[in-house]
């Protein structure tokens, strides 16, 4: 994500900030103008067509901090939660701001690669003892469901083990549902070009979904997995292969543009055309760097990946879909 700053003090700013804690300035995230802007004692920011914004009334209850276009109503990102927990549920609300702000910051993501998301909803469903709810995390139809449980660290941590997983994260989740949503939206017959070419690198999106997946948990990934897939999960089936190549697809745009937008970058991620090129010539170095930075403080790698030639094709061509999008 790109980096911010007050625009009365000139100090940094973090995405999810209210409040300048230098100057003290209260603030919103205008979704227009893609940057964070003041607001005034009584909650307004007037833009420069005129238009008055609201802090969005969900800021005391998610933490939101998007401008709404109606005082005392909800913003553009709050819209697309269609289900949260009830406000009985003091274990699915307390986990509800975390995955409000993922998706936040999932959204922007989207907007500045330039994807439509009209018509995707959130369920943001609490699986907690007083919701007596079991969830399952996905995506059909447009709706993308969020176990709230995937908020709790420890919790998380304990199933990215026992499943074996290199990586597991809210965010992470939230790009690999919408990998699902794009392509379902984005790869159709009516571009037969298109969805022969997604063929071609993923595979036959109408392979029996259930019988791959018996597959894969009764038999583990194919020998030589990794010449081919970006991780095991992707083996899976040709939908799973797109949504975790989709995922990794945000995951390197966005920290390679938060890389150049602190100076940890030499050079400037705008000038690829070729996704590919970015790969190769930023992502792969900034990401062995960053994987020894964290090594340094004990910790475990940023990005624990090796991406083989044919996931850099797969790459290419999600994000070719950002200009269809």
Partial sequence: MRSFSCRLCDSPLFFDNSLCVSCGTALGFSRGERDIVPVDPEGQYVDLAGLVWHVCVNLNLSGCTWLAAIEGEQCEACDLTRIRPAATD???????????SAKRH???ELDTLGFDITGLVFDMRSSSEAAGEDVVIGHADGVITIDLAETDDARRERIRQELGEPYRTLLGHLRHEVGHYLQS????????????????????????????IDRHYSQGPPSGWEDSYITTYATMHPFEDFAETFAHYLHISDTCETASAYGLGTVDVSAFSVFRDLVLAVWVPLSVALNQINRSMGKADVYPFVIPDPVLDKLDFVAGLARRG
Wanted: proline share 7%.
């Fill in 106 to 108: 999932l959204v922007v």
């Fill in 90 to 100: 003091l274990v699915g609300m307390a986990q509800f701001p975390a995955a409000e």
């Fill in 185 to 212: 939206q984005l790869v159709t017959p009516a571009d037969p070009d298109l969805l022969a070419r997604c063929r071609e690198l993923f595979g036959d999106e109408t392979a029996d979904y259930q019988a791959e």
